[in-house]
Structure formats: C-alpha cells, structure tokens
C-alpha cells in the first residue's frame, strides 16, 4: 500500500520558517470562536453535529492562538481540521493525520473537503502511522486527538457474523507518544478526547464498543512523558451506561466523553 505525505521534509522546513517569523500570539476569543462556528463557508454536514460534539467549548478549552501550528492525529473525515485551519488563519498551519486505518474510514470524506487547496494552511499525512509522522522538533502548539484514543487498540470487529482484522496488532503508544513529544514545543499541549469505557475494561471495549477505559490513557500518556494539566466535563453524560457501543442509535452522539489536556513532564526523562 502507498504512503502519503505532502510536502517533502525541505520544502515544509522552508515553508515553516517562513510561517515562523510572521506568527502571531493573538488568542482566539469566544466569539471568534462562535463566528466560525457560524460561517456561511463551512459545510452544511458539519454545522449537523456540533450538537454532540459542542466544538464552541472544545475549542475555548484547548485555547489556540492565530498563527497555531496544530497536529490533527487521526484526523478521520477533517471535521475538526477544518475548524482549526480556519482559526488558525494564514499564519497558522494544521496537519490532517491519518494512518492507514483511519484513512480507510474518513479518507474520501478528507480528500474531498481539501482538495482544490481548499483549505490552504492544511498539509495531509496520509497512511503513516504516528511514529513515523515527520514534522519537525518543537514546532507544534497543539497536537489533538479527537475521539480516536481507543483507535490504537482497534484490531478487528465482526460484520455479518464474520471476523475481519484491521491491524496486526496495537499500535505501540510509546513510540506514537514520544514521536508526538518530540515534535511539540515545550510549552506545547496534547489534548485528547474519547468516549469512556467501565474501569478495569482493558483494550477489549476499543473492538466492541469504540470506547476506552480513561485510566488507561492517563497511565500510557504518563508513562511517555506527558502530565494531566486540565480536565473538562462538557461531554459527560451521566444516563450513559459506558458499555453499549457508541453506534447505538439510543446513545449515539451522546456518549460520556473524557476530555484531558497534557503538557510535557518536566520531570521525565524521556
């Protein structure tokens, strides 16, 4: 299978000093916020879900300036791409990530909403695993992961009573982490959001449910280098049951969901 990355490592590192020297610290406010959300250019499909997903206070939360450099991890359809390259403005830059599973299920919905350069700040990533994302060290401001955490530990699923395998095996979130590490500033942020499985429900629920349990995510996240700095509650849903899976129609949109902000340890070493 081909791997696609645009832009060659020298063409992006020129392209990124260019950006660097005219980036701005200007914080995005609410209402820039509300207006984007509220723009007569975003599609009309997307307007459809910030109901479930409430971008205005994701978005407040991660806390993004213009002229952002931001990593779009397992970026699926580009639904949250496309806000950030809009927020971002021309001085910003967003890579849209997908490996080569993601890809498969929100690949033709990206490669749509950018093409024609479309969205102009927005370099593709496309069918690389996340160790082997190439930007460079202490470049990023945020990097996200919007509920897709558990799609590290999506092997398989059963359709029409048959098993079809995905991966291999588990990514290895050390070697994703560090990578991601690596490429974010010091005071740079990793925020991730996902839809909660019970406690003690292991890797299981990434195949059954799409769900994860949020200590793993904590313990795996600490382990690469990464400290808890914030935690917000606005997608938690205390009716959820956290063991139906997020497709059901009778919780679909409106599962609990943890959203987790880390920076870099001080105290790691790695």
């Given at each position: ?11 992006l ?129 945020v ?25 291999n ?61 914030e ?30 902000k ?9």
């Amino acid at each position: 299978m081909h791997k696609y990355i645009y832009y060659s490592l020298p063409v992006l590192l020129l392209f990124l000093s260019e950006q660097s020297s005219s980036k701005t610290s200007e914080k995005i406010t609410e209402q820039q916020i509300q207006a984007t959300l509220e723009s007569a250019t975003r599609l009309a499909g997307d307007k459809a879900n910030d109901l479930g997903r409430r971008p205005e206070k994701i978005l407040a939360f991660i806390n993004l300036s213009k002229g952002d450099h931001v990593l779009d991890i397992y970026a699926g359809g580009g639904w949250y791409t496309e806000l950030f390259s809009s927020l971002v403005g021309d001085d910003g830059l967003v890579y849209a990530h997908n490996d080569e599973l993601t890809w498969r299920f929100g690949g033709k919905e990206l490669s749509e909403r950018t093409k024609n350069n479309r969205l102009k700040n927005v370099i593709g990533i496309y069918q690389v695993g996340v160790a082997h994302i190439q930007i460079p060290e202490k470049s990023l401001d945020v990097a996200f992961m919007g509920i897709n955490y558990h799609d590290l530990y999506f092997t398989h699923r059963t359709r029409n009573g048959k098993l079809e395998t995905l991966r291999n095996e588990n990514v290895d979130f050390m070697a994703a982490f560090k990578n991601v590490k690596r490429a974010l500033k010091d005071d740079g942020v990793l925020v991730v959001i996902d839809h909660i499985a019970k406690p003690g429900s292991g890797y299981h629920a990434a195949n059954t449910l799409h769900r994860i349990d949020p200590n793993i995510v904590l313990f795996e996240l600490q382990q690469v280098g990464f400290e808890l700095l914030e935690e917000a509650f606005y997608l938690r849903n205390p009716n959820d049951t956290l063991d139906t899976s997020v497709f059901d129609p009778k919780i679909r949109w409106r599962t609990s969901r943890f959203i987790y902000k880390f920076g870099k340890s001080t105290n790691s070493k790695l």
